[in-house]
């Protein structure tokens, strides 16, 4: 059985932590139910960063950790956007290998908020809250999850411009590794294509 990388639990850590703290503070709520938050910015890192299945970790512990800490509980249902954040990330990082670029980085995880922070959380809170329906829950969810996506997709870039991923040796990642991958600025890394698999950084 492989060994996960102390280095690699640790960051994961910190960021179901972050997504925790981001989800309690800093969020503007118009009414009951639409949140402006960049809750989701650790989640997708975690994907693009760590993969699939790290970054659906990561998007679980940061909300029901994040539950703990409510007057609502836990609900699984809830669950399951952020797990889909962080696994849609994870599956198409591949994208990001090329090149880093805000489109890129907003596709890697606009499918997972379509179909589980709009479509499916509108119809789980119609179902729970039933003073309002699901359509009505769908547009207020759409125009929310419009404007967050824009902006959690732009704290990403700046953070991969800011290359601070790359001062930590966690991108580019190892499974860039086949094919030229880009630097955190979006420009091709051919000193890392080029680069053995074993060579001179350590590998998460």
């Not at 059985?1 to 969020?27: C, D, E, H, Q, Y």
């Not at 639409?34 to 790290?54: D, N």
């Not at 699901?134 to 929310?144: A, E, I, K, N, Y």
Request: aromatic share 14%; proline share 8%.
């Amino acid at each position: 059985m492989r060994k996960i990388p102390t280095k690699m639990l640790a960051t994961l850590a910190l960021l179901a932590a972050i997504g925790v703290v981001l989800a309690r503070f800093l969020v503007p709520m118009p009414n009951p139910y639409m949140r402006f938050s960049i809750e989701a910015v650790p989640v997708i890192v975690a994907g693009h960063l760590f993969g699939p299945l790290p970054g659906a970790l990561v998007g679980f512990l940061a909300d029901f950790v994040g539950c703990l800490f409510s007057s609502y509980g836990y609900n699984p249902v809830f669950s399951v956007p952020p797990i889909l954040i962080g696994l849609c990330a994870g599956l198409l990082r591949g994208m990001l290998y090329k090149k880093v670029s805000f489109p890129r980085i907003l596709a890697s995880f606009l499918p997972a908020v379509v179909a589980g922070s709009v479509l499916w959380q509108s119809y789980w809170l119609a179902f729970f809250y039933g003073r309002h329906s699901w359509v009505w829950f769908l547009g207020t969810r759409s125009l929310q999850f419009a404007v967050t996506s824009l902006v959690n997709a732009a704290v990403i870039w700046g953070l991969f411009r800011s290359r601070v991923f790359e001062s930590m040796h966690l991108w580019p990642p190892a499974s860039a590794n086949s094919g030229q991958a880009s630097d955190a600025s979006g420009h091709p890394d051919e000193s890392f294509a080029n680069r053995p698999a074993s060579g001179g950084r350590r590998t998460i």
